[in-house]
């Protein structure tokens, strides 16, 4: 045994750190005391401030932001390997979700420890940090992790296999099997220079999400049946996108995958709830259109609204027109902002950009392109797709299809609700 190996191991019995141990380790060596009386000294020296020989085993449930470090036992339940820069360094890490009896909770390993997805480990001198408001454990150097024989039970699911619908931003080590609907190679201006990458759109059986794959595989063409292992979930313009690092496995299958032909049809509430969602349909009544609505100008430079001639960022420039509509759809459990582009704007105004400047120029205001647009919707009942992404102003669908409602499906919406609230 190294010296090292010797400091590991008290550090990871006394739940201590392991720099500190070693450091003590090395002063008694080199006060010729022999290695085993200096562990021992050492045992009795940490287990005095500790409390006793035997190191402290929290419960999940129980750890808190403010512990320092904790050895616990537990059963991991996902493994995601990814890259990340720190300090001007590429370092790979691998983060998921450890769990026991009484909770699970996030960590980050910053060494590979070769634990995997089902293995019972017990870690010894983890550090807690509080992460997206969470105590999250870290496992760095001064950390030790055992594999053991025996399997912790525990009241979760171990493993990553998911549904696309059962994926949240943030998740990590997830394992899908996916239908690849669409795909698209560009070239991008990375960290790393030029850089190739595939994007598109995957779907399964319950649902569609986008994705990104950093390492633009053969495999990832339209039609593949796939089976991803160790992809992660980030947000992208508002809604969740798969994204493929080097690490994910990629396998083919030799079965077929059957998405659904219709659109997952939610409330706004429901829609509002899930943070950001891919490709959705609400239905209900345009009650307001907003500002900012009808014939606009845009800056040529970053294309934001130009308002009175004035950008926000470049000061006054030659603003270019274009047409857009915001309206607010309320389907009785929610409200959320609608915007249109330019064709589908042109499509209810009934005529383009020339015949809304005609308009705004005979009547000396540029209003009356959006009354006019306003007169059309307003009041009437719409069925509503595209991505719905939220923040702070509230939920917001990029509509990529705006219909008059055959029904009077927000009806039965509100009616469904007062019956439920009665
Ligand atoms: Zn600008």
Not at 10 to 26: F, Y
Not at 86 to 91: A, I, L, N, V
Not at 226 to 245: H, K, M, N
Not at 373 to 387: A, D
Request: net charge negative; glycine share 10%; charged share 30%.
């Amino acid at each position: 045994m190294q010296l090292d190996d010797h400091a590991e191991e008290l550090a990871s019995d006394l739940g201590v750190d392991k720099q500190e141990v070693k450091a003590d380790l090395e002063n008694l060596i080199e006060y010729s005391v022999p290695v085993d009386e200096a562990k021992q000294s050492l045992r009795r020296k940490y287990g005095d401030t500790q409390s006793g020989e035997t190191p402290t085993v929290s419960s999940i449930d129980e750890i808190d932001p403010d512990d320092g470090t904790v050895n616990l036992t537990a059963r991991v339940l996902t493994v995601g390997t990814r890259e990340i820069h720190y300090d001007g360094e590429t370092q790979v890490i691998r983060e998921g979700t450890i769990a026991d009896e009484s909770g699970k909770i996030g960590y980050t390993a910053w060494d590979d420890f070769g634990f995997e997805a089902g293995d019972t480990v017990t870690v010894g001198n983890g550090s807690v940090r509080e992460f997206r408001d969470k105590p999250e454990i870290n496992i760095g150097d001064s950390s030790t992790v055992t594999i053991k024989d025996e399997s912790l039970e525990v009241p979760y699911r171990v493993g990553g296999d998911r549904s696309l619908t059962e994926l949240s931003v943030g998740d990590s080590g997830r394992v899908i099997e996916v239908v690849v609907e669409e795909v698209e190679t560009r070239t991008i201006s990375g960290r790393d220079g030029e850089t190739t990458i595939k994007s598109g759109v995957i779907a399964d059986e319950t649902g569609r999400l986008p994705f990104t794959d950093w390492a633009a595989r053969p495999e990832m063409t339209t039609g593949a049946t796939l089976r991803l292992e160790d992809v992660y979930v980030r947000e992208f313009r508002g809604v969740p996108e798969i994204s493929l690092s080097k690490f994910t496995t990629v396998t083919e299958l030799n079965k077929p995958i059957e998405p659904q032909s219709d659109r997952t049809r939610l409330t706004i509430q429901e829609a509002v709830k899930t943070g950001g969602v891919y490709d959705i349909e609400i239905v209900g009544n345009i009650v307001d259109i907003q500002d900012g609505s009808g014939l606009i100008e845009r800056c040529p430079e970053c294309n934001r609204i130009v308002q009175n001639g004035r950008c926000r960022t470049h000061g006054d420039v030659d603003g270019v027109d274009d047409l857009r509509v915001k309206a607010v759809i309320d389907d009785g459990t929610g409200a959320a902002t609608v915007v249109l582009d330019k064709e589908q704007t042109a499509e209810i105004y009934g005529g383009g950009i020339d015949a809304a400047r005609q308009a705004a120029r005979d009547a000396m205001d540029q209003s009356v392109v959006r009354e006019k647009i306003g007169e059309e919707i307003i009041g009437r009942e719409y069925r509503v797709s595209g991505h719905l992404s939220v923040d702070e102003y509230g939920a917001r669908i990029e509509a990529t299809e705006f219909v008059e409602a055959d029904g009077n499906v927000a009806q039965q919406a509100e009616e469904l609700l007062t019956g439920v609230e009665s």
